[in-house]
């Protein structure tokens, strides 16, 4: 009986190929996560409706500008917490480079907010002002994305 | 505890890139250069290893540990990896340590790799980037030297440090790597020349910054008594310490500086600490290496120091961290030379990240040795001059670092007898 020989079929496609030697091509990757906030997700679902949530430990007060559900100090749960509309800017920096992510927005600024009362701080940007203007102490208030994205970037900063 | 010591290392040069070779090979040819520095040591007296890699994304390849291990020819002997950010390589140089501290092993390798140059610098920077909060902030505008950038503005406004302070630490760094073969980026600089290269986030530039590099390290630690028989020259491992900290930056508490014995509570009556100006990790790492190794003033008690300065600003804070100076005093510790070759405590006198560059996994490990050779006095040797050797070197600390002082990793090693 007759070998039928068997072959693989070809296909059209082929390889970015940037130098032979050594051989290096281009490898594409990439993926979509399923992404949970968990317990976190009340803060992204505040900052669609206009409202900063923090966290107060129920044990021991401490106060948390960037939220977590149970407390840093002594273990406890804490408790959801309005915060502040307004705060004062603890430190800051301009990036001119940066993520690929986020290439195509340099410059920006980014800033940690510090508010009255409140134990720690919470990261973001602010816009509206020159970037060199922006220093340490300098008042800024928040203000929301009409049309939410439930990313943290819902919210962000102008000088107050 | 049994005594530990460090019997050989070996670096290979950091690069920008290295496409000729894979992480496998770079460890390899770290690994002989090691096996060469110790004849009498064989595969068969290793009794295990623990690999240092920061991240799968880069290496595009799981469990890469375990093709490092078989390529070494190491399999089937104990081995696993340990990962801490850009402290991996500190924590695996401890993990090695605990293997033979506990006595399970009596030979084991630390290995470390990093290959960085298989995405662009930009989508390298988001992979870093990674390493904070994906949920409130890494989506801001997620990118480490953004970062830095923010705790040294708040060093500047709480202790007057300047840029220019910074840069002489750039100055500095680059200008030691003149003298060592294995860094990548020897440079005689000035002030002017770091401040007016490109700004990447205020304050920081370019010339603040190091660079992502391939590379691979190796450090070979034994016990007493294989020690004795592999080297006339081995080098004790006196003192480990690590310390950690919140991963977001916003989380960083107003407490009160945990003193080293040659503080008082005075110094710092007024500083809320750690806040985002300095590292409370390096200060918890620093002081349980320190009290290990007995050392209650580091100025005076330890003759050189390789830092992770992955940012000029960084290595000033560490200095504070470390208790080479109080808080507050970096800036001018610097400036008036103390970190200098000729200084009181030569720091990175190897040219350290800015100079060698950053293959996370490897750097950590590049400090042991560099830190090796210079308390065997073979600086010469090794680096084919003797420009760098820190005279009658005795005791050294070595400290790896992760993103925004999440993981430090400090160890104390010494000359033996
Ligand atoms: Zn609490």
């Avoid at chain 1, 949530?53 to 959801?80: D, I, L, N, V």
């Avoid at chain 1, 220093?135 to 107050?160: C, Q």
């Avoid at chain 2, 870093?128 to 923010?150: C, E, H, K, Q, R």
């Avoid at chain 2, 977001?248 to 107003?254: A, C, K, W």
Wanted: aromatic letters at 10%; glycine letters at 10%; a negative charge.
């Amino acid at each position: 009986m007759a070998e039928e020989k068997v072959k693989l079929p070809e296909t059209e496609e082929g390889t970015t190929v940037y130098n032979l030697d050594p051989i290096i091509i281009k490898y594409h990757y990439e993926m979509n996560y399923i992404h949970s906030y968990a317990q976190d997700s009340p803060f992204f679902a505040g900052l669609s409706k206009g409202k900063l949530m923090g966290s107060k430990c129920t044990a021991c007060g401490y106060k948390y500008a960037t939220p977590r559900s149970h407390c840093m100090e002594c273990g406890a749960k804490t408790e959801w917490m309005e915060l502040p509309l307004e705060g004062k800017v603890h430190t800051f920096t301009t990036c001119y480079f940066g993520s690929e992510e986020f290439l195509d927005q340099t410059p920006f600024t980014l800033i940690l907010v510090e508010f009255e009362g409140v134990n720690t701080l919470f990261l973001s940007r602010v816009i509206g002002i020159e970037h060199g203007k922006v220093h340490i102490g300098m008042p800024v208030k928040a203000e929301f994305l009409r049309l939410s994205k439930f990313k943290p970037t819902d919210v962000y900063f102008v000088p107050a | 505890m049994r005594p530990v010591y460090m019997v050989s290392g070996g670096v290979t040069k950091f690069r920008k890139a290295s496409p000729d070779k894979d992480f496998r090979l770079m460890v390899k040819e770290a690994f002989d250069y090691a096996m060469r520095d110790v004849p009498n040591l064989t595969l068969e007296m290793i009794d295990g290893t623990v690999a240092s890699y920061f991240s799968d994304h880069f290496t595009r390849q799981l469990m890469a540990g375990i093709m490092v291990q078989d390529y070494l020819g190491l399999c089937p002997k104990p081995g696993k990896r340990v990962e801490g950010g850009g402290a991996t390589g500190g924590l695996c140089f401890q993990a090695a340590w605990e293997a033979i501290s506990s006595g399970r092993m009596d030979v084991c390798v630390a290995y470390g790799f990093e290959t960085m140059s298989r995405v662009n610098t930009w989508k390298g920077n988001e992979f870093i980037a990674l390493a904070s909060d994906t949920n409130f902030d890494y989506p801001v505008g997620g990118f480490y030297s953004g970062y830095y950038a923010m705790m040294v503005q708040r060093h500047m406004y709480e202790f007057g440090t300047t840029v220019e302070q910074m840069a002489m630490v750039s100055i500095k760094n680059h200008g030691n790597a003149i003298h060592n073969p294995y860094a990548q980026s020897p440079m005689k600089l000035t002030v002017e020349d770091v401040r007016s290269s490109p700004m990447v986030a205020t304050p920081l530039t370019l010339l603040d910054i190091c660079t992502m590099s391939d590379g691979a390290a190796v450090a070979v630690l034994a016990s007493e008594e294989m020690a004795a028989k592999l080297t006339d020259r081995p080098v004790k491992i006196v003192g480990v310490g690590t310390g950690t900290d919140a991963m977001r930056m916003s989380d960083r508490p107003h407490g009160k500086v945990p003193l080293l014995p040659h503080e008082s509570p005075d110094d710092y009556r007024n500083l809320k600490y750690p806040g985002i100006h300095s590292f409370r990790g390096g200060r918890m790492a620093s002081k349980l290496a320190y009290e290990m190794a007995g050392i209650t003033n580091p100025l005076e008690e330890l003759d050189f120091v390789e830092l992770h300065d992955a940012y000029t600003s960084s290595e000033i804070q560490t200095y504070e961290d470390m208790g080479l100076c109080k808080y507050g005093e970096g800036g001018r510790f610097v400036e008036e030379g103390h970190a200098s070759l000729e200084g009181k405590v030569p720091v990175n006198p190897s040219g350290g990240l800015l100079a060698c560059g950053h293959p996370v996994g490897a750097t950590g490990l590049m400090q042991a040795v560099f830190a090796f050779w210079q308390l065997q006095g073979t600086i010469q040797k090794h680096l084919g001059n003797d420009r760098l050797q820190v005279k009658n070197a005795r005791r050294g600390a070595i400290h790896s670092h992760a993103g925004t002082g999440t993981y430090i990793a400090v160890s104390i090693l010494e000359r033996g007898s």
